[in-house]
């Protein structure tokens, strides 16, 4: 980053798919927008080195302060990213596939619509993480994502796949509406975990403030999760939501939490 | 000598009551009397009478001090300043006509724009719940109709939306609801007593920021499933109660404000009750509408919705229409530093929005369209004060069920005063200009 | 105004009886002319197709229903809108599209008139607005009158008289243009959270059948004598079985009689006819029943139709019929949005995803193409998707296709996973016929704007008609190399005016004319009764004024255009 923006930056052509078979010269002169007014990557940023010829050959290191860049990593499909600080929203919105690290902190909306591939934040994650976009009951359907910070709220929203871990706490509202899928918090929880739940899994090793009432108490079991082996006390639910039926059986979403 | 205009409708809250009668001069330039409206509503069109308006535009000086300016040197101001910038902010629109907001969107689009209405401080998350879970709801006249089952959840009309009781849903006599209040039970969800909730034949106490984990008990009420002692404060019996007496009437419906949008869990509040409104539908008919506040931020949102798709933080930076509250909501933009210039019109963020946010639009280049004097407006490097809309001037409003009503124009505006719409068609023609645009 | 002669192009006007004649087609203010003089501007349509502008019957694009549906589905824009370019608008929406690219798209295929199939009344200033900024095409407005408490009550009592007072006060109050029924006395039960699903379900407390609402109606429009019939949208769509309650309400039209002064031969319209032809008794044994609507309907002459094809596309359902929305939830758990609307109507809104791997969605898609291709006389038969019900608009160029081409639809059978089952459950595979171009302008054009009462305006490439014209690149005379080059053609005009001024060139927007609003004035004795009972239902039952309700000022309806009815000798 060269040149600080007085706005912020909307990158979006800043991922392996964007740059893939171009020339430091041709990413150079790839779009990137400020507000209403459209200048090319070089204004703001040093480009070395040239893309490989496809995504997955592709492997980008953003370096310096893009504290106020959005959408790196959008819509990435192969290939490899790493963001050296902490960047803005959108980080990896709607990734299908590749590897994308951010070292720092990532703002709201990350892994919008996650459909592959693998999110890693070494820092913490705002809300909304693995969400999927408003109005849309398709939300994030597989890959991998890991926080090992915190993360906000509204994680996993309409989730029907794909796996979320938070090592740190998270806020309000996991998994509500999902389908499917698996969230992980290893830290500590507030309140609306499972909301509207369909199906789906939350298992949680810290504390949770509240629990919903649509959550039943289903007696205790243990778990191998991420190599640790415990007992967690397990709830079936949202009882107050629609589930489906798998061979005459309805399938309720479970809750673990960590006893 | 006076005349008497009749079906006047109110230009202050989303009752959007149209029986308004009001008594002006025989040459249309004073406002004498006015009946049927609330107290809110009478002072909404008494005050338009103040001797001491502010009748031009008025442009901050260096040193403080406000100069008064022409109309033309306020449009172009107002068109510099938005062909200059590259994040404008277009807020408010909801206590103006359609046809204004209209104006105001080619004036967006020109200048490519974020705009944005009052739902971003009130009932923006009851869109976002809806854009995620649908809504099942009804006209007004069909609660003063048929419904013998209301619930307040989160709402005080009788503060907020004081003739909505008297002309849609607890009073009326209806067509199939003739013993009026006595055909109805009604229902107050509220961490306070309120004046509404002292009316009420239940009163839910319920803990505050629990709004989630009460509907959701109901939702498992209503299945018959198992429940914890006690959820939100309130134990589990008086829920099945409350869930009987919702499945046992014939027509229910659930009205909801700001006690359930802008506390914790927002959108899912309202998302989670409409859930609650559908599983009604297995057993009986149930509705659910927003109590909106401003009385036209219903109309902003249509207007929005027709034109760009989106009912309000519609972002057109891009020369097309992207929406995600979040990122192009006006709290979250101002707040982040993202915007450079701000322009106001029919609301007032000065008083509404946080003071981190209201900083920020003293730091830029900004504009206030407002008959008052507000916080905005002092804030504002320019103010330009406009007739009042739904009293000196008319245009097409939308009710809080979005009912479409023409509000009238009773008195005339202070001499040379212009409207909202004509001052932005000054706008827009200066800036298609400064842009080149067609 | 401009003069233009359109030079050297295939004609197909099935008013003139052309079919295919190499004709020059002239354009003098805004008319069809006889002739120009020398400093018309040449337009040379030269290898190309010549048609009267298209003529839409029935699509759900402007109104509370339609914003609610484009307020709720923010996805339906995610990564798909258009940017603002030239003097085109920004636009959005795959299945719901704003007003702006409303207008572009529908005059880029080459339609330059087209009707909102469903006004609730208390709505119209909303739908008026909605039409005002939908750019180029003449629209006009259905009123619905199905399960409206005036008509219900009069129709009980079969007052004709008082009904024809109550439709002439509304169409003027709403500057509507024809008597709408959905779901006639089942969308007022839907207010108590029930249906009518057969002609003889009588309506809860109102004590009324179907049959006499729909049988008064159609009374009601010809004593008054209106330009369109009773448009319909029977009771049961959409389930199992429903093709019994489809011929039900047809024969209700038995022995009527049209009677107007604007060339209509029809007493009743039967709308997206594919959603009502269904036989079987459930989802398994779901079958078309398209042969047996179609059979009626040709043997009776005074019935029209509209097709209603399913695009196989993920779209929006929304329509009048409310408990169909609330049941259609029901079996895909979509978001549902619902409207009741006090004495009126309702309207229902949910997401559907005709999914080409699902057996019904495929047997759904082939019913919609059947109808066309069984109908014997093409002047009767319309081709519509409901829009966006069965499909967006926008897939009008596909749907010519699949029409025109049997290839392609042998094509689209063979990529079905369950193409067994859409051969035995329809007779699509055994459909040979293709249609002609002759064929298609009477069913897109000359037919449906007779049926509106509009066939001395448009529908048609007359000398004194209105100059609607549209010049596809499409070569007659050529075999067809590739079925999708009919899409690729249909889909963006060469050429198309409308009202004589030029708006689509090379398929891009280049004007916008000056688009009518159109509407039906009708003239009736006074009727004192009625005028009482209007007042009475104001004071008493509705949530406005009377005088709030039939203001509709100059801003709504900008530029409108009256057909004049006088039923005062009747």
Redesign the interface.
């Known amino acids: 980053m060269k040149n600080p923006p007085a706005l912020y930056l909307e990158a979006d052509n800043v991922t392996p798919d964007g740059f893939a078979g171009k020339t430091a010269a041709q990413i150079t002169e790839l779009h990137v927008h400020e507000g209403n007014t459209t200048s090319t990557l070089g204004k703001y940023f040093e480009v070395s080195g040239n893309a490989g010829a496809t995504a997955a050959d592709t492997k980008i290191i953003v370096k310096g302060d893009v504290k106020k860049v959005k959408y790196l990593g959008m819509k990435m499909s192969a290939g490899e990213m790493v963001i050296e600080g902490s960047a803005d929203q959108y980080v990896g919105a709607w990734m299908t596939g590749g590897k994308l690290l951010a070292k720092g902190n990532v703002e709201a909306f990350a892994a919008t619509a996650m459909r592959g591939g693998e999110l890693i934040v070494e820092g913490n994650a705002g809300n909304y993480l693995g969400a999927a976009y408003r109005g849309d009951w398709r939300g994030m359907s597989s890959g991998k994502i890991l926080i090992k910070g915190n993360a906000g709220s509204d994680i996993g929203m309409y989730m029907t796949g794909g796996e979320i871990v938070v090592n740190g706490n998270v806020d309000v509202h996991v998994m509500t509406h999902a389908e499917g899928g698996k969230t992980i918090v290893k830290g500590n929880t507030k309140s609306k975990l499972g909301g509207q739940l369909v199906d789906g899994t939350i298992i949680v090793f810290g504390n949770i403030e509240t629990m919903m009432p649509g959550y039943k108490p289903n007696g205790e079991v243990e778990l191998e999760v991420d190599g640790v082996k415990a007992l967690f006390s397990h709830y079936i639910g949202d009882m107050g939501e629609r589930h489906k039926k798998r061979k005459g059986a309805i399938v309720y979403g479970n809750l673990y939490k960590k006893i | 000598m006076t005349k008497t205009i009749?079906?006047v409708?109110c230009p202050f809250c989303g009752t959007l009551c149209?029986?308004i009668e009001v008594v002006v001069s025989d040459d249309g330039k004073q406002l004498h009397e006015v009946y049927n409206a609330c107290v809110i509503g009478s002072e909404k069109f008494l005050h338009s009478q103040s001797k001491d308006r502010v009748t031009r535009p008025r442009l901050r000086q260096a040193d403080g001090t406000w100069k008064e300016i022409s109309y033309d040197e306020a449009a172009d101001y107002t068109a510099q300043m938005l062909a200059k910038?590259?994040?404008p902010l277009m807020y408010g629109w909801s206590s103006t006509n359609?046809?204004a907001q209209?104006v105001g969107n080619e004036i967006a689009?020109i200048?490519?724009?974020c705009c944005d209405n009052t739902a971003a401080v009130c009932h923006g998350t009851t869109?976002?719940a809806?854009?995620?879970?649908?809504?099942?709801?009804?006209?007004?006249?069909?609660v003063?109709?048929?419904a013998d089952r209301i619930i307040f959840w989160g709402c005080n009309p009788a503060h907020a939306h004081p003739r909505h009781m008297s002309?849609?849903s607890i009073f009326p006599r209806?067509?199939?609801t003739g013993k009026g209040q006595m055909s109805r039970k009604m229902i107050v969800v509220d961490p306070r007593v309120t004046d509404t909730a002292k009316m009420a034949d239940v009163h839910l106490q319920i803990e505050q920021g629990?709004d989630?984990?009460l509907l959701?008990?109901?939702?498992?009420a209503?299945?018959g499933?198992?429940?914890?002692d006690v959820?939100a404060g309130i134990p589990k019996e008086k829920i099945r109660e409350a869930a009987d007496m919702m499945k046992s009437g014939?027509?229910g419906i659930i009205f909801f404000g700001m006690g359930v949008t802008q506390s914790?869990?927002k959108n899912?509040n309202i998302?989670?009750a409409i859930?609650v409104t559908?599983?009604l539908?297995e057993y009986?008919?149930f509705?659910i509408m927003p109590m909106r506040g401003h009385y036209n931020v219903t109309g902003s949102?249509?207007?929005f919705?027709?034109?760009?798709?989106?009912?309000y933080s519609v972002d057109?930076?891009?020369?097309?229409?992207?929406?995600?509250?979040?990122?192009t909501s006006s709290i979250d933009l101002l707040n982040?530093?993202?915007?450079?210039a701000m322009f106001t019109i029919g609301s007032d963020p000065g008083a509404h929005f946080p003071i981190s946010a209201v900083k920020q639009i003293a730091n830029v280049p900004s504009v206030c369209i407002d008959p008052h004097l507000t916080p905005t407006s002092g804030v504002s490097k320019l103010h330009v004060p406009v007739a009042f809309n739904g009293v000196e001037t008319?245009?097409?409003c939308?009710r809080m069920d979005?009912?479409?009503?023409?509000c009238r124009k009773v008195v005339e505006p202070p001499a040379g005063m212009l409207t909202d719409e004509q001052f932005l068609i000054m706008v827009r023609d200066r800036l298609r200009k400064l842009k080149g645009a067609? | 105004m401009s003069e233009y002669i359109i030079k050297n192009g295939s004609v197909f006007d099935p008013v003139q009886g052309i079919k295919g004649d190499k004709k020059d087609i002239a354009i003098k203010d805004g008319k069809i002319a006889d002739k120009v003089s020398s400093a018309a501007k040449v337009i040379d349509a030269k290898g190309m197709t010549v048609m009267a502008g298209a003529v839409e019957i029935h699509a759900h694009i402007a109104g509370p229903k339609v914003n609610l549906g484009r307020i709720y589905r923010p996805e339906d824009k995610l990564f798909s809108c258009t940017p603002t370019r030239g003097m085109e608008r920004m636009g959005g929406g795959a299945s719901i599209p704003t007003t702006f690219k409303t207008g572009y798209e529908y005059a880029k295929m080459g339609y330059t008139t087209a009707m909102e199939a469903a006004m609730p009344p208390m709505f119209a200033k909303h739908v008026h607005e909605e039409i005002r900024d939908t750019p180029i095409i003449d629209e006009g407005a259905f009123p619905v009158f199905g399960n409206n408490w005036f008509v219900l009550e009069y129709l009980k009592n079969h007052e004709i008289e008082n009904t024809a007072a109550y439709i002439a006060w509304l169409l003027r109050v709403t500057k509507g243009y024809a008597v709408k029924v959905v779901n006639p006395g089942g969308t007022e039960a839907w207010a108590w959270g029930l249906n009518c699903l057969s002609v003889n379900d009588p309506v809860p407390y109102f004590d009324i059948t179907p049959a006499e609402i729909v049988k008064g109606l159609i009374e009601a429009n010809e004593y008054l004598g209106l330009p369109h019939s009773v448009h319909i949208h029977p009771n049961n769509l959409g389930n199992p079985g429903c093709y019994e309650t489809t011929l039900d309400t047809l024969k209700l039209a038995e022995g009527m009689k049209a009677k107007n002064k604007f060339g209509r031969e029809s007493v009743l319209h039967l709308t997206h006819t594919q959603f009502h032809s269904y036989g079987g008794t459930n989802w398994a044994d779901f079958e078309s029943k398209a042969k047996e609507v179609t059979d009626y309907v040709n043997k009776n002459k005074n019935i029209t139709i509209d097709t209603g094809n399913v695009t196989l596309d993920e779209t929006t359902t929304m329509t009048a019929d409310g408990p169909f929305e609330h049941h259609l939830t029901g079996l895909n758990n979509l978001k549902w949005a619902n409207v009741d609307v006090e004495l009126e109507t309702a309207a229902g809104v949910v997401p559907y995803i005709y999914s080409p791997n699902i057996s019904v969605c495929a047997i759904q898609w082939a019913i919609g193409l059947e109808i066309p291709l069984m109908i014997k006389d093409p002047m009767r038969c319309y081709i519509t998707t409901d829009h966006p019900n069965a499909g967006p608009f926008t897939r009008y160029p596909r749907v010519i296709k699949w029409l025109m081409s049997k290839k392609a639809r042998d094509t689209q059978i063979n990529a079905f996973k369950h193409k067994d089952k859409v051969l035995s459950q329809t007779s699509i595979g055994s459909i040979d016929k293709e249609l002609s171009l002759y064929e298609l302008a009477q069913m897109t054009r000359a037919g449906p704007a007779k049926c509106l009462g509009l066939a001395n305006m448009c529908g048609g490439l007359k000398p004194g008609m209105d100059a609607d014209v549209a010049v596809y690149n499409f070569n007659p005379d050529k075999p067809v190399a590739n079925p999708e080059d009919i899409e690729t053609a249909f889909s963006r005009c060469a050429h198309v005016f409308k009202s004589g001024v030029e708006v689509v060139k090379h398929g891009e927007i280049v004007g916008t004319g000056n688009k009518r609003t159109l509407w039906v004035n009708v003239k009736v004795n006074d009727n004192p009764q009625v005028m009482r009972d209007i007042n009475e239902k104001f004071i008493k039952y509705y949530s406005m004024t009377q005088a709030n309700y039939e203001a509709l000022g100059h801003h709504f309806v900008p530029n409108p255009y009256a057909l004049e009815v006088d039923a005062t000798h009747v």
Do not use: M
């Open positions: 009749t079906d409708i149209d029986d910038a590259k994040k359609c046809e209209s689009e200048s490519k724009a869109l976002i809806v854009q995620d879970i649908g809504l099942p709801t009804c006209t007004l006249g069909e003063k109709n048929r002309r849609y209806g067509f199939f629990k989630y984990e959701n008990a109901l939702r498992v209503f299945k499933e198992w429940l914890p959820v014939r027509f914790l869990s899912h998302d989670i859930a559908k599983d539908n009986t008919k509705s949102g249509e207007v919705a027709w034109q760009f798709g989106f009912p057109l930076t891009r020369g097309f229409a992207r929406y995600n509250p979040g990122d982040r530093g993202e915007v450079d008319g245009g097409n939308y979005n009912v479409p009503i023409d067609a």
